[in-house]
């Protein structure tokens, strides 16, 4: 059988530099764009913070909108990653659902910066639809196949979670709620599934996966 060389080849140093540079301007749009508006942040101030030239920063990106939805997607695309493979191992969907909803709090929340910037950035909601609605419609799917869902409008329901779990993370980034309280949000989208009360506070309650 023929053999597949899946090796990847080693990136040369302006490559390695390329890469670095780019990384640096995703994380100076990351702590400048968390506390204000794309409108009010200028090249100039996002090359200041990450330390380069204003030259390197259009070798990588057309304008700050762009930088700015590449950070969006970047964050993102790291959450989705760690929540599918927190939940590839488990069987039950409520329980799936219920480690979806804590874990997307408590990874924004674990860095304000993250946080802000999705709760402060109206363009931040179409992207986090792009990579979670195939997660949390995988979920759902699931659970109504298995008849472990039961729902009146499955549009209703998928709205009032999304709303309530960014509300959620708005009052968690506040300190108006302590992050526990996820744990009350994943009882309550399960309730609203359908699942028995005592049911769904003992599946909220349990341990989150360690990645």
Excluded at 129 to 142: R, S
Excluded at 143 to 168: C, I, M, P, Y
Excluded at 174 to 185: R, W
Aim: no cysteine; charged share 25%.
């Amino acid at each position: 059988m023929r053999q597949i060389n899946r090796s990847k080849p080693k990136p040369d140093g302006r490559e390695t530099r390329r890469v670095a540079t780019r990384d640096r301007l995703i994380l100076a749009a990351k702590s400048v764009m968390a506390d204000t508006s794309v409108d009010t942040v200028t090249v100039d101030g996002i090359v200041q913070k990450a330390g380069v030239g204003k030259g390197s920063f259009y070798n990588h990106f057309n304008s700050k909108e762009d930088l700015f939805f590449a950070t969006l997607d970047e964050v993102f695309a790291d959450m989705a990653d760690q929540i599918i493979s927190a939940i590839e191992a488990v069987d039950d969907p409520a329980e799936e659902l219920a480690i979806g909803i804590r874990m997307y709090v408590r990874l924004a929340a674990a860095d304000p910066e993250i946080g802000r910037l999705i709760i402060n950035a109206p363009a931040s909601f179409d992207i986090l639809h792009t990579y979670a609605d195939p997660v949390v419609n995988h979920t759902i799917d699931k659970g109504l196949q298995a008849e472990r869902f039961k729902l009146r409008d499955r549009d209703l329901f998928f709205l009032l979670l999304t709303s309530g779990v960014n509300a959620t993370l708005s009052r968690v980034l506040e300190q108006t709620f302590d992050e526990a309280v996820t744990k009350e949000l994943a009882a309550s989208a399960l309730l609203l599934a359908g699942i028995d009360p005592k049911e769904a506070l003992e599946i909220a309650s349990k341990s989150l996966p360690t990645l």
